[in-house]
C-alpha cells in the first residue's frame, strides 16, 4: 500500500493559519504492520504497599479493664497508644518496636490474669475440701 502525506506550507499573509494549515496527515496503519520502527519500551510502575505495623491498642484496653495482675495491662495500653502515635507520625520504625512491647506485656497480662483466676477458684475449692 502506498502512502502519501501532504503538508501545507502557511502563506505568509499576516492573518492567523487556518484549521486546514494547521491540520496533520495521519497514516492509516495496516493491519500486522509496525506503527512504529522503535522498539516498544515498558514502563514499570512500583506501587508501595502499607505496611501493617499492628498496636494491640484494643488488646492492651481489654487487659486494662478485666484482666490486669501488677498493672502490665496499662503499661501495655501505654506502649500500644505510642505505637500508634509513632505509626501515625510515619516512624514504622519506632511503631514496630513499641507495638511489640506491647504486644510481649499483653501476652504475660493475660497469662498471670489467667494464672490468677485459675488460683482464686481452685484454692478456696481445695481449702473447702481439705475442710470436710
Not at 484549521?19 to 496503519?29: F, N, Q, S
Not at 511489640?100 to 475440701?129: E, Y
Given at each position: 500500500?502506498?502512502?502519501?502525506?501532504?503538508?501545507?506550507?502557511?502563506?505568509?499573509?499576516?492573518?492567523?493559519?487556518?484549521?486546514?494549515?494547521?491540520?496533520?496527515?495521519?497514516?492509516?496503519?495496516?493491519?500486522g504492520a509496525p506503527h512504529n520502527p522503535a522498539p516498544p519500551t515498558s514502563?514499570?510502575?512500583h506501587i508501595r504497599s502499607e505496611t501493617s505495623v499492628p498496636n494491640h491498642v484494643v488488646w492492651s484496653l481489654f487487659n486494662t479493664l478485666f484482666?490486669?495482675?501488677?498493672?502490665?495491662?496499662?503499661?501495655?495500653?501505654?506502649?500500644?497508644?505510642?505505637?500508634?502515635?509513632?505509626?501515625?507520625?510515619?516512624?514504622?520504625?519506632?511503631?514496630?518496636?513499641?507495638?511489640?512491647?506491647?504486644?510481649?506485656?499483653?501476652?504475660?497480662?493475660?497469662?498471670?490474669?489467667?494464672?490468677?483466676?485459675?488460683?482464686?477458684?481452685?484454692?478456696?475449692?481445695?481449702?473447702?475440701?481439705?475442710?470436710?
Open positions: 500500500m502506498n502512502h502519501t502525506v501532504q503538508t501545507f506550507s502557511p502563506v505568509n499573509s499576516g492573518q492567523p493559519p487556518s484549521y486546514e494549515m494547521l491540520k496533520e496527515e495521519h497514516e492509516v496503519a495496516v493491519p514502563t514499570v510502575i484482666v490486669n495482675p501488677c498493672r502490665l495491662g496499662f503499661i501495655a495500653f501505654a506502649y500500644s497508644v505510642k505505637s500508634r502515635d509513632w505509626k501515625m507520625v510515619g516512624n514504622l520504625t519506632e511503631a514496630q518496636a513499641y507495638a511489640s512491647t506491647a504486644k510481649c506485656l499483653n501476652i504475660w497480662a493475660l497469662i498471670l490474669g489467667i494464672l490468677m483466676t485459675i488460683l482464686l477458684i481452685v484454692i478456696p475449692v481445695l481449702i473447702i475440701q481439705a475442710h470436710r
